[in-house]
C-alpha cells in the first residue's frame, strides 16, 4: 500500500457533520469515533453505539434498508471494522444505494491499551472492501477528496466505503452513557419514535 495522508479524526468528523444538511442519519461506533461524532454536532439523526464493538455498520445497513431516501452514514474504527468484516460482505450482496461507511484506521485499539491491529501491519481495508463487492471504496487522498465523497448524490453509485488513516489523538467530547435516551432520540429523529430530555 502507497504512503497515504494522515488525517485526525475529530477535524475529519467536523467537516462531515458539517456537511449534514439533509437529515442524514450517522452512526458512530464505540469510544472515540462516537465521542468525535458528539463533539461535532449533537442532532436527532446521530446513533452513539455504547460498549459494543462492531455494531455501527451493521445498524446503519439496517436503517438504510428501512429508510432508503435517507442518507446514512456509519463512522467506525479499525478494529471494529474488523470484527464485522461480513457485514461488509452483506452491504456488497445487498449494495444500498444511501450508504457510505467511514472507516477511521490508525492501526490501534486505542482505547484499550493501543494495541496494533491487523490494519496497523498488513490488512488493507480498502482492498478487503473491494474483494467483498463494494468496487466504490477509496482511501482519502485529502480534505477535498473526503467532502466531496461525503456530499455525493445517490444517483452516483453506492454504497461507498472510504478508509482514512488517522493519527492516535483521543476523542473531542464524551457521548452521555445513557443507551435509552440515545436509542429513544434517534428514533425520534428517524421519524419513527418519541424523543428524550437531550432533545434538542
Given at each position: 500500500?502507497a504512503?497515504?495522508?494522515?488525517?485526525?479524526?475529530?477535524?475529519?468528523?467536523?467537516?462531515?457533520?458539517a456537511?449534514?444538511?439533509?437529515?442524514?442519519?450517522v452512526v458512530?461506533?464505540?469510544g472515540?469515533?462516537?465521542?468525535?461524532?458528539?463533539?461535532?454536532?449533537?442532532?436527532?439523526q446521530?446513533?452513539?453505539?455504547?460498549?459494543?464493538?462492531g455494531?455501527?455498520v451493521?445498524?446503519?445497513?439496517?436503517?438504510?434498508?428501512?429508510?432508503?431516501?435517507?442518507g446514512?452514514?456509519?463512522?467506525?474504527?479499525?478494529?471494529?471494522?474488523?470484527?464485522?468484516?461480513?457485514?461488509?460482505?452483506?452491504?456488497?450482496?445487498?449494495?444500498?444505494?444511501?450508504?457510505?461507511?467511514?472507516?477511521?484506521?490508525?492501526?490501534?485499539?486505542q482505547?484499550?491499551?493501543?494495541?496494533?491491529?491487523?490494519?496497523?501491519?498488513?490488512?488493507?481495508i480498502v482492498?478487503?472492501?473491494?474483494?467483498?463487492?463494494?468496487?466504490n471504496?477509496h482511501?482519502?487522498?485529502?480534505?477535498?477528496?473526503?467532502?466531496?465523497?461525503?456530499?455525493r448524490?445517490?444517483?452516483?453509485?453506492?454504497?461507498?466505503?472510504?478508509?482514512?488513516?488517522?493519527?492516535d489523538?483521543?476523542?473531542a467530547g464524551?457521548?452521555?452513557?445513557?443507551?435509552?435516551?440515545?436509542?429513544?432520540?434517534?428514533?425520534?429523529?428517524?421519524?419513527?419514535?418519541?424523543?428524550?430530555a437531550?432533545?434538542?
Open positions: 500500500m504512503e497515504l495522508t494522515l488525517f485526525n479524526r475529530t477535524e475529519l468528523t467536523m467537516r462531515l457533520v456537511k449534514l444538511t439533509h437529515e442524514e442519519a458512530g461506533g464505540i472515540n469515533t462516537n465521542f468525535d461524532l458528539f463533539a461535532a454536532g449533537h442532532r436527532p446521530n446513533f452513539y453505539m455504547l460498549g459494543s464493538m455494531l455501527a451493521p445498524i446503519a445497513l439496517g436503517v438504510a434498508i428501512a429508510q432508503p431516501e435517507r446514512v452514514i456509519a463512522l467506525e474504527g479499525d478494529g471494529s471494522i474488523l470484527m464485522s468484516l461480513g457485514c461488509l460482505a452483506t452491504i456488497g450482496t445487498v449494495r444500498p444505494r444511501n450508504l457510505t461507511i467511514v472507516i477511521m484506521d490508525n492501526g490501534l485499539y482505547i484499550t491499551g493501543k494495541q496494533v491491529t491487523a490494519t496497523g501491519t498488513n490488512t488493507d482492498a478487503v472492501a473491494r474483494g467483498v463487492g463494494l468496487a471504496s482511501w482519502v487522498r485529502d480534505h477535498n477528496h473526503f467532502d466531496e465523497m461525503i456530499a448524490r445517490f444517483d452516483e453509485g453506492g454504497p461507498v466505503l472510504l478508509a482514512a488513516k488517522i493519527d489523538k483521543p476523542g464524551q457521548t452521555p452513557r445513557d443507551p435509552a435516551l440515545i436509542r429513544n432520540r434517534f428514533m425520534k429523529g428517524l421519524g419513527t419514535g418519541r424523543g428524550g437531550l432533545d434538542g
